[in-house]
């Protein structure tokens, strides 16, 4: 499938995922984490961008974000990838890709699709099995949301959270939830309702995203649209 193009818009909100160079190890221990969320909070104050939630594991990350001006998000998350590489490659003295190919994307409608996503993002760690309970992950915004610890790295959210996020949080999402998000990640799909995601694919000039992969079936001999 040819690569998505790169048409953020400002104001849209967005999940944002990258993973180590071959799915490898990027975050080793707790320095690694650490430094990578002393990077975010440096350099998120250069450009325009709201964080809702992020969750740092072990090959890979998440972002909730919302760019108030468009050009900013792709100009960050390249700053904060390249100033990762530098501190890891001085720290364990390695040469060669540390992140995989170009971050990945999908748009988020400001609804409780919003919500899903932010519970996906925080819940991570937990469906990794990682941890019992998000609250004891220290690499994700839940702990700051939930009051555990400072955090000034985060938001305050558009859509109104539910008043026991913790355990909205640590349910378990369902089958369709978990499907419908995988598939927004890697065909880069809008994720909201079938009306708003048609009408942002055209909007942006994503209605590719929507179609299923592979050739069309062709018709049998007699069949009718």
Known sequence: MPRVPRNFQDGLIYHVLNRGNSKKVVFHNACDYHGFLKLI????????????????????????????????????????MTSHVQRYRIFYQSSGHIWGDRFKHFIIQQDEHFLTVL????????????????????????????KK????????????????WGEFVNRPLTEKELENIRYSVNRQVPFGSKKWKKKISKELGLEKTLKPRGRPKKKKKGETE
């Open 41 to 80: 909070e440096d350099t998120v104050k250069n450009f325009a961008i709201d964080i809702f939630a992020y969750c740092l594991m072990p090959n890979h990350f998440h972002f909730v974000v919302r760019p108030r001006i468009a050009e900013h998000l792709s100009k960050w998350m390249h700053l904060l």
């Open 149 to 164: 610890t400072s955090n000034s790295i985060i938001d305050i959210p558009p859509v109104d959270l539910p008043n026991d």
């Open 119 to 146: 519970r996906y993002v925080e819940r991570n760690p937990v469906s990794a099995n990682l941890v019992p309970s998000a609250k004891d992950w220290q690499w994700s915004s839940f702990r700051g949301r939930m």
